[in-house]
């Protein structure tokens, strides 16, 4: 016995002795200045889409109240030196300023947060006189604020103590995301949030094209298509393992008779070709998404004179290196062309007429 556990003792210490230990990066200054550079690129490029999200979230608001997908907001955006891995703290500290206490990257012009006085590099202490652990905290405490109800932000700045309270509106719930590694033309929706590839971002010409973009992924999440089609899936998936499972239990008594053991490679193919059949996103459903997006476009203040001619220009992009999975999930068809041009018709009577947008 003490021989057994001599030997475990030692081949745990010769485990031990012969694990890697992951050497920390050494942060020169060289690759400071590149890190700080890529971090004030992404900033101005979040800025840049969180302005267009505003306007879309905050004019679309009755549209998501219809499909309860509203949430308060004050139209600044928050950071800390943990927005941003542990390696990188000494720069955030060094280059920003960015320590251990969540502070204001940007606030949106003419935002509740621009309005009530929140500036930029405040440093937020407590908000309705709770104590703020960390940007993505913020994001949360604000979510559980009713709209109606004013928040209230006890800031440092300057190293002066200052209390200011933001009335928040009432706006569409799904936020943006850029994807800053991404390097595919792409967007994903979770039924919560709006992630935009860095390719995709790169690919867009115009303000109309981002508008165009925020709003079909909105029109999404607002109506739930990701949630309703992961049911689907399961139904789909379920059905089909069902029908593989029979015919996997049909080939074994053909092969051996009865009593042979099952092979369940056709019952989980079933599974999988189920799934992705029922789950994907049906033309009735991407139909609607394009009448919706055309709509909070318009609401939002953009024109949509050029929508055709960008999902013409990103079917054209078809290469493995800038891998468009954007057209697999909305394929653009011809049908789909003419579709867009009457909804593009319907959409500007009713502007002309000055009739209500909300689809």
């Known amino acids: 016995m003490k ?19 992951t050497e920390p990066q050494i942060i020169t200054e060289a690759l400071e200045t590149e890190w700080e ?3 004030r690129k992404s900033s101005d490029d979040l800025y840049r889409l969180g302005l267009i999200q505003y306007k879309i979230l905050t004019k679309g608001a009755e549209y998501c109240r219809n499909h309860d997908h509203v949430a308060p907001f004050i139209g600044a955006k928050f950071w800390s030196k943990h927005s941003f891995k ?24 003419s935002s509740p947060a621009d309005t009530s006085g929140l500036k930029a590099k405040d440093i937020v202490i407590h908000i309705n ?11 949360k405490m604000i979510k559980e604020v009713g709209i109606a109800e004013p928040i209230k932000f006890t800031i440092r700045r300057a190293d002066e103590q200052h209390e200011v309270s933001v009335m928040p509106v009432m706006a569409c719930k799904s936020r943006v995301n850029l994807l800053s590694t991404d390097s595919s033309i792409n967007t994903y929706s979770d039924g919560d949030t709006i992630q935009i590839s860095k390719g995709m971002l790169n690919f ?3 303000d109309e094209e981002i508008a165009l973009i925020i709003s079909h992924e909105l029109a999404h999440n607002a109506r739930q298509y990701k949630k309703k089609n992961k049911i689907y899936g399961y139904l789909g998936g379920a059905a089909g393992m069902i029908l593989g499972l ?4 049909a080939l074994a008594i053909f092969r051996g008779g009865v009593g042979s053991s099952v092979n369940d490679a056709f019952g989980s193919a079933g599974m999988e070709a189920g799934y992705a059949l029922a789950s994907r996103i049906s033309d009735k459903q991407l139909k609607q998404a394009d009448y919706d997006s055309l709509h909070l476009m318009v609401m939002a203040g953009y024109e949509i004179a050029e929508v055709s001619t960008f999902w013409q220009r ?7 290196e800038n891998k468009n999975g954007f057209l697999i999930s909305y394929p653009f068809s011809q049908e789909r062309a003419l579709s867009l041009e009457v909804i593009q018709k319907e959409v500007n009577e009713k502007k002309r007429n000055s009739s209500s947008l909300v689809p």
């Open 129 to 139: 006189g709770l104590p703020v652990q960390d940007a993505p905290n913020i994001v």
């Open 37 to 39: 550079k890529a971090v």
């Open 314 to 320: 990103i079917r054209e992009v078809n290469n493995q």
């Open 204 to 206: 867009l010409e115009s």
């Open 3 to 21: 021989i057994l556990l001599f030997a475990i003792l030692l081949l745990a210490s010769c485990a031990t002795s012969t694990q890697k230990t």
């Open 86 to 109: 542990k390696e990188w703290h000494g720069a955030a500290l060094s280059k920003f300023g960015l320590g251990d206490e969540p502070q204001i990257e940007y606030v949106y012009p």
């Open 246 to 249: 029979t015919a996997d239990v």
